[in-house]
């Protein structure tokens, strides 16, 4: 199974500022098929990125994906409030598709 | 518009079962794969079980294997999990979902979930 892991497991920052997600996998994601969500209480994940690196629809250009290979990352250039949340990525090259822990991204 | 509407869940006894089900509409639900996620209390998600658009394609955590069974009814727009066994790490909201992933057909753009519901395992 491939293991992803997030760092930081919380992240305090101040609405205006950058934030950067990491995501690490235990081996190398396929044709980069890595996701980013972002989940707030009793609601359901949103999809942010796929591919890495590609918005899915209606998503501000403020939030943005790279990496491949085992190393990702999803940054938000300047959080505003509704960004704070916990954010996943996951990973659907193969079976199981694993998420990761979680980040929760909070208001310092 | 895409709906995803679950059902089924409740509290039940260890070792006892349940079957959810999701009623999907606004899309073409015979055309994709289809999944059930799970999230316990606090927690993060975890991916249970995922079965191809005509089902001969189906795969489980290590963790439900043996236990769930996922099934469709493209007739009828809907997906269940048989759920046996049922233990107390079982608890948790089910989410039924229709995302991206390996099972999918090439280009496939979707990205639906349900709002989930809860099963609660408990004595």
């Known amino acids: 199974d491939i293991v992803l892991t997030q760092s930081p497991g919380t992240l305090s920052l101040s609405p205006g500022e950058r934030a950067t997600l990491s995501c690490r996998a235990s081996q190398s994601v396929s044709s980069s098929y890595l996701a980013w969500y972002q989940q707030k209480p009793g609601q359901a994940p949103r999809l942010l990125i796929y591919?890495?690196?590609s918005r899915a629809t209606g998503i501000p250009d403020r939030f943005s994906g790279s990496g491949s290979g085992t190393d990702f990352t999803l940054t938000i250039s300047r959080l505003e409030p509704e960004d704070f949340a916990v954010y996943y990525c996951q990973q659907y090259g193969r079976s199981p598709e694993t998420f990761g822990q979680g980040t929760k991204v909070d208001i310092k | 518009e895409v709906q995803l509407v679950e059902s089924g869940g409740g509290l039940v006894k260890p070792g006892g079962s349940l079957r959810l089900s999701c009623a999907a509409s606004?899309?073409?639900?015979?055309?994709?794969?289809m999944n059930w996620v799970r999230q316990a209390p606090g927690k993060g998600l975890e991916w249970v079980s995922s079965i191809s658009s005509g089902s001969s394609y189906i795969y489980s955590a290590d963790s439900v294997k043996g236990r769930f069974t996922i099934s469709r009814d493209n007739a009828k727009n809907s997906l269940y999990l048989q759920m046996d066994g049922l233990r107390a790490e079982d608890t948790a909201v089910y989410y039924c979902a229709c995302t991206r992933g390996w099972l999918q057909p090439p280009g496939a753009n979707v990205d639906y979930w349900g709002q989930g519901t809860l099963v609660t395992v408990s004595s």
């Open positions: 606004g899309f073409s639900f015979s055309s994709y794969s």
């Open positions: 591919g890495a690196s």
